[in-house]
């Protein structure tokens, strides 16, 4: 049985996203960001939403530029301090260690110690309420060589990256292999045949 909890913002797992931006000064900063996730497959877009109160929301809407930096299991603890501090106070990438790289095709910087980096261009800023939604365009992936499977492609085992839980407010690892997407669902029985594009029809 299910039991109502109301209007919650509430979805699990939701990705841990470290936001990289310049400000007005130029100064390099970092944020966590959990209201995230890919948006469009051409152009390959991925969307935040920040609290319009942020350093980083500032500084995203005068460079137009971000990055997304996928942290691993062992950056934990950096990536909780980076959404508890705000730019505005602290230098983190100096308080943390870390080290800030510029971006090839954006004017933002990123994390070095990541194992995944985007380097995005902001197409689209939305006002919902509480936050402001924004949709970037992604103009470069960068991923850690021994993060990458023989085949050249991001190997998740490898990358382990983060995942938080909101209301509970956790975080977790990657999980275990369960299936390969658009096979295990073929072995799922259904009743007669359909063709090709009603079984796309989603």
């Known amino acids: 049985m299910l039991i109502s909890l109301g209007p919650q913002a509430f979805i ?18 970092v944020m966590t960001a959990a209201w995230g996730g890919l948006c469009c497959s051409q152009p390959p877009c991925l969307s935040i939403a920040l609290r319009r109160s942020t350093w980083t ?8 530029a971000f990055t997304v930096s996928i942290p691993g299991r062992q950056m934990v603890g950096h990536a909780d301090f980076a959404g508890l501090v705000s730019g ?16 090839e095709h954006v ?12 380097e995005l261009l902001l197409r689209h800023a939305l006002e919902l309420g509480s936050h402001v ?23 998740p085992v490898r990358i382990d ?20 997407a658009s096979a295990v669902g073929k072995t799922m029985k259904h009743e007669g045949r359909y063709p ?7």
């Not at 992604?138 to 492609?153: A, F, Q, W, Y």
């Open 57 to 64: 929301c500032r500084a995203l809407q005068q460079r137009k």
């Open 107 to 118: 004017d933002a910087p990123y994390i070095e110690e990541c194992p995944v980096v985007l």
């Open 12 to 29: 699990a797992p939701a990705p841990v996203l470290l936001v990289g931006t310049y400000d007005a000064e130029g100064r390099p900063n």
């Open 196 to 202: 090709r594009e009603v079984l796309k029809d989603e």
């Open 133 to 155: 939604l924004f949709v970037g365009e992604i103009m470069d992936l960068k991923v850690r060589k021994d993060c990458l499977t023989p085949e050249g492609l991001p190997d």
């Open 88 to 103: 505005r106070h602290e230098d983190k990438f100096r308080t943390l260690g870390l080290t800030p790289r510029t971006g």
């Open 161 to 180: 990256a983060l995942a938080f839980v909101p209301m509970v407010k956790e975080y977790y690892g990657m999980g275990e292999f369960l299936a390969r």
